[in-house]
């Protein structure tokens, strides 16, 4: 089922949820083989599969479950939404965002006395 204004499938809702607990990832895993390919490949209204949601929450869980579960998905990592943005560049993104500021560079010694 595919939600009318949105677009989104129930994988896309499920990876975009915040908690991605067990029983998340059950139903996913029960969805994702279920599932006909063209709801597997399902872009919703903004151009975005549900690897898109995955990205963006940081679950590469789904990523890699859904490539070694069902191989038609792989093409989905490179495939751009409507604002330009592959999965892949928005978990480097996310990653990116969350990750700690790199340390600041030593201050050089002063030489002391001789």
Same mark, same amino acid.
């Given at each position: 089922?595919?939600?009318?204004? $949105?677009?989104?499938?129930?994988?896309?809702?499920?990876?975009?949820?915040?908690?991605? /607990? @067990?029983?998340?990832?059950?139903?996913? *895993?029960?969805?994702?083989?279920?599932? @006909?390919? *063209?709801?597997?490949? $399902?872009?919703? &209204?903004?151009?975005? %599969?549900?690897?898109? /949601?995955?990205?963006?929450?940081? /679950?590469?869980?789904?990523?890699?479950? %859904?490539? %070694?579960? $069902?191989?038609? %998905? !792989?093409?989905?990592?490179?495939? #751009?939404? &409507?604002?330009?943005?592959?999965?892949?560049?928005?978990? !480097?993104?996310?990653?990116?965002?969350? +990750?700690?500021?790199? @340390?600041?560079?030593?201050? @050089?010694? +002063?030489?002391?006395? #001789?």
């Amino acid at each position: 089922e595919v939600h009318p204004q $949105r677009g989104d499938t129930l994988l896309h809702l499920l990876c975009g949820r915040q908690r991605f /607990n @067990p029983q998340a990832a059950e139903l996913f *895993s029960n969805l994702l083989v279920a599932v @006909p390919e *063209s709801i597997l490949l $399902r872009r919703n &209204s903004n151009g975005q %599969s549900f690897f898109h /949601n995955a990205a963006a929450r940081l /679950n590469s869980w789904v990523l890699s479950h %859904s490539v %070694s579960s $069902r191989s038609a %998905s !792989a093409r989905l990592v490179v495939e #751009k939404d &409507s604002a330009g943005w592959t999965p892949l560049a928005l978990l !480097a993104r996310h990653m990116q965002r969350r +990750a700690p500021p790199p @340390p600041a560079p030593a201050m @050089p010694q +002063a030489a002391g006395p #001789k």
